[in-house]
């Protein structure tokens, strides 16, 4: 297998000291190293977060966490905001756990959500809950997510489920101060660490109303997670491997200081959005564009896919088509995690040489 430097939506590039890290020995998931572990990783996952809420570690992908989300705090009727197609799956997984509910779109895929519509939205009374993505992969919106909590204040009784899968670790994100009741990130997107597990933390707002949850099932109840982490365990056996990664990981993002990667994510995005609006242009409107990835317009009409196989074979580097219907009409190139702008420029640059500019 020849392996590539990733430049996608994820997952990202992940540093060999923190795979390295993944070689510890095992321990027993109930034993005291485990519990003294766990109890020194929770406190860091708040700290990131600025929250005093509970954050919990599932082993599972980020899917997981958002049925989870939906099965706890979802009793009457929920609203799934969407500007692409991730969006669009918290519709899907809503209707799969037997929730009435609607999805609002954005004008067009390209476009963020305007939050007076969301507003109208909820005025209306019918929802309980309301399901958001701060930045949405398949289009390259990154949402107003400070005006929208601002907006969730109006709406004390309507659970506010946020999807910050390609947002956590890269932008700062004060859950308490933004009032967010369920907010899920997995760690191989801007975290820069291996896939398999989700961060996420759960107001006390979303407790109580998962307490009263029907039909919830086992393995994402909130209330068992709870219990479990009072004891400093996990309620089922956690991918130890992967947390040892995401404890080293987290320990990285504080020596470079929270605000200097925010920083460097926002760097390395202005970067790109320039250079994709000199050579082609950018799919996402203004003000709106992703801090983690460039949806490039494909506006010379190349094949995508040949130039995708240029940088693999040439140089080793991949980036990624467009999503679903966007194929070939776009394509995407991530710069979050640990990646730096002089890789950007390198990868850009490499782009130029197969256009010939």
């Known amino acids: 297998m020849k392996f590539k430097k990733l430049f996608i939506p994820g997952p990202t590039e992940v540093r060999k000291d923190v795979l390295e890290r993944m070689a510890w020995p095992m321990i027993s998931h109930r034993g005291g190293d485990f519990v ?175 307490r009263k949850a029907k039909r919830k099932g086992y393995y994402f109840d909130f209330d068992v997670f709870k219990k479990y982490a009072e004891k400093g365990q996990t309620p089922t056996t956690p991918a130890i491997s992967l947390f040892y990664a995401l404890d080293y990981k987290i320990d990285q993002m504080f020596e470079e200081g929270l605000e200097n990667r925010y920083r460097r994510h926002v760097e390395m995005a202005e970067y790109a959005r320039a250079w994709a609006k000199d050579r082609f242009d950018t799919f996402a409107e203004d003000g709106y564009q992703s801090v983690t990835l460039t949806t490039v317009r494909n506006s010379r009409a190349i094949s995508v896919a040949d130039l995708s196989k240029f940088l693999a074979d040439k140089y080793a580097l991949q980036i990624a088509n467009g999503y679903g219907k966007l194929k070939e009409k776009t394509f995407r190139v991530g710069h979050m995690g640990d990646l730096t702008l002089d890789e950007v420029k390198e990868l850009l640059g490499r782009i130029d040489e197969y256009l010939g500019v």
């Open 36 to 210: 003294a572990f766990f109890n020194q990783l929770t406190p860091k996952l708040k700290k990131l977060l600025a929250t005093k809420d509970d954050v919990f570690v599932s082993t599972s992908a980020s899917t997981g966490v958002m049925e989870g989300a939906v099965l706890n705090c979802v009793e009457k009727r929920c609203l799934n905001v969407t500007c692409g197609a991730f969006g669009e799956r918290w519709h899907e997984i809503t209707l799969a756990c037997g929730h009435e509910a609607d999805i609002l779109q954005s004008e067009e895929w390209g476009m963020a959500n305007r939050i007076d519509v969301v507003d109208k939205a909820l005025a209306t009374g019918k929802y309980d809950a309301v399901t958001m993505q701060i930045n949405e992969t398949s289009t390259g919106i990154m949402n107003d997510y400070h005006e929208f909590a601002e907006m969730m204040k109006k709406y004390p009784d309507v659970m506010f489920l946020v999807d910050a899968v390609s947002a956590m670790a890269a932008v700062d994100i004060k859950v308490d101060e933004l009032g967010m009741d369920v907010c899920l990130a997995g760690v191989q997107k801007a975290f820069a660490a291996p896939p398999g597990i989700t961060v996420f933390s759960v107001s006390e707002k979303a407790m109580e109303k998962s």
